[in-house]
Structures are given as C-alpha cells and as structure tokens.
C-alpha cells in the first residue's frame, strides 16, 4: 500500500551530528514562538553517499491547506444539451 506523502525539503547540509542537531533546534525553537509556522516538521538525515548530514523540513500533511474538489465531467456534458428538445446542440460545442 502507497501513501502519498509530502516531501520534505533540504534546508542545510554539514559535517557533523551536532551541527545539524543545533540547527534542527534553533528551527524548533523559532517555529515554537511563531503560530504561522504550526504544523512544521523537522528531522536529521544521514547520507552515507556524501558522508554528510542532512536538515529536512516539511509542513505536516494534516496541516495543509485543502484543496477545493473538482466537479466531474458528467455535469459539463449535461450543461451542453438543450433542455427543450433533449437532444444535443451542436452549437452549443463551439
């Protein structure tokens, strides 16, 4: 089973653990004071490929905003014909 979740982003890259720790808690504590920035993730990422750590940030999906719903094509269709003669309007269809 898939989910789809969002994707966290790169914000800094460094040598050490502590570094990257000391960043992910200067971010936590702004983020704390600050109520526009609720619902804000963040986590240390080893990459054994660079040798490096990595800061990833991301708003947590339960807190994004929802899109609206688009409406099906069924009702596009219906909107087309003629509701007189209910038969399709070829001029309608331009």
Do not use: C
């Not at 040598?15 to 600050?34: G, H, M, V």
């Not at 986590?43 to 807190?63: C, D, E, Q, W």
């Not at 014909?81 to 209910?86: A, G, L």
């Amino acid at each position: 089973m898939s989910v789809n979740n969002k994707p966290w982003k790169n914000e800094s890259f460094h040598t050490s653990f502590e570094e990257a720790d000391s960043i992910r808690n200067k971010l936590l504590r702004i983020w704390e004071s600050d109520p526009k920035h609720e619902g804000m993730q963040v986590k240390i990422k080893y990459m054994s490929s660079k040798n490096k750590f990595v800061v990833k940030t991301r708003l947590h999906p339960g807190f994004e905003k929802k899109k609206e719903e688009k409406k099906g094509g069924k009702n596009r269709k219906r909107n087309k014909k003629n509701p007189d003669t209910r038969m399709f309007d070829a001029s309608s269809s331009v």
